[in-house]
């Protein structure tokens, strides 16, 4: 409360000014008028406040002023808070900054921090909060409560919701296959058992297993392929690892191989008249490497490539010119260390191919 006052003396000056504030406090004592002294009454209630002057000549004249004085209530603190980030995977760190917390009537004295929600600050201190640091294991949702209180005791709060998703986790369908002694390929599923993008790759541990794709987001379907053309006989074994954010495995490859196998097609050939040539085709449905050899019963067949390894396209070609009108046979024997197989081979020969000749 502010207090003012005016007086004046008609035959000197004066000397002395007083304010009397009626509630036993010290008075206010001037030479000059008062001009708005403050004062505030600690307690509620009227007070007679009274203005004395005094003039040179010792005479001394008083007015007084009714006070009615309220209690004023104390306003709270405003609390602020700045907490990056609120939403990440597990483990997630974060920290907590007071963003500017004020009181309007007085001063903040006192910072508490809750991280968990649960009402027991893990930091308070009298000083603003500055990056104070916390992580969180377990995935959940999570409140972090800044509690501040004033020079009078008020307190106030301000909160920030946290939530804390799984991390990703890996998980394939099956932990590996056996093809035994035929099969070539099979699959896989990859899914995300957990949160958040899960990222993964597949990595052959040899050459004659492929994989696709090789890598993907989150769920997808891998087929595992075999190349057996190049292997030898007995069993062989592999693995495919699968490696991701989310954890990793090892998916497991094993084949057996019974050796090499010799199949050719056809295994019987009719050539016309018009036909030139006719092919064979030798194939190892087996293991290892095939190596063969064509040899024909007549001379007048020929096979090429009369040797070979592996799959192979044969070539066989007549040569009508010394023989007769007619249908030929012959034979053709394929052998291998895969086995043997006998093509048979009928060739068409026209009349007219054979002239006259009169010396």
Request: proline share 7%; with cysteine.
């Amino acid at each position: 409360m502010l207090f003012s006052g005016a007086a004046s003396d008609s035959d000197g000056q004066l000397v002395q000014w007083r304010i009397l504030f009626g509630d036993g406090t010290e008075p206010w004592v001037g030479t000059a008028a008062p001009v708005s002294v403050p004062h505030q009454y600690e307690t509620a209630g009227r007070f007679v406040a009274r203005l004395v002057v005094s003039d040179d000549g010792g005479t001394t004249a008083t007015v007084t002023q009714t006070v009615a004085a309220t209690t004023h209530p104390n306003e709270p603190p405003e609390a602020a808070l700045a907490v990056p980030p609120v939403v990440g995977e597990a483990p997630l760190a974060i920290t907590a900054s007071d963003d500017g917390s004020t009181d309007p009537d007085g001063t903040v004295v006192q910072y508490a921090i809750d991280f968990e929600g649960d009402g027991a600050p893990e930091w308070s201190g009298p000083a603003p909060p500055f990056d104070v640091a916390h992580e969180y294991a377990i995935p959940g949702d999570y409140l972090v409560v800044l509690t501040v209180e004033d020079d009078e005791g008020a307190p106030a709060s301000t909160s920030r919701a946290v939530s804390v998703t799984p991390p990703p986790a890996l998980a394939v369908s099956k932990s590996g296959v056996d093809f035994g002694g035929s099969a070539r390929s099979t699959t896989f599923d990859t899914t995300n058992a957990g949160g958040g993008d899960l990222n993964w790759t597949c990595t052959p541990s040899t050459t004659w297993i492929t994989v696709s794709p090789t890598s993907g987001t989150n769920g997808g379907t891998v087929t595992v392929t075999v190349d057996r053309s190049a292997l030898d006989g007995g069993t062989h074994t592999g693995s495919v690892a699968v490696s991701s954010n989310g954890g990793s495995t090892i998916f497991s490859v094993s084949l057996s191989m019974g050796g090499a196998q010799l199949d050719v097609t056809p295994t019987s050939l009719h050539l016309l008249e018009a036909d030139s040539s006719a092919t064979l085709r030798i194939a190892n449905t087996g293991g290892g490497v095939l190596s063969f050899d064509c040899q024909a019963s007549a001379a007048w067949l020929s096979a090429s490539p009369a040797t070979g390894t592996g799959a192979a396209t044969i070539t066989l070609t007549p040569d009508r010119s010394a023989l007769s009108a007619g249908t030929h046979a012959a034979t053709v024997s394929v052998t291998s260390d895969g086995g043997a197989t006998d093509v048979s081979v009928l060739v068409d020969v026209a009349m007219g191919r054979l002239g006259l000749v009169i010396e």
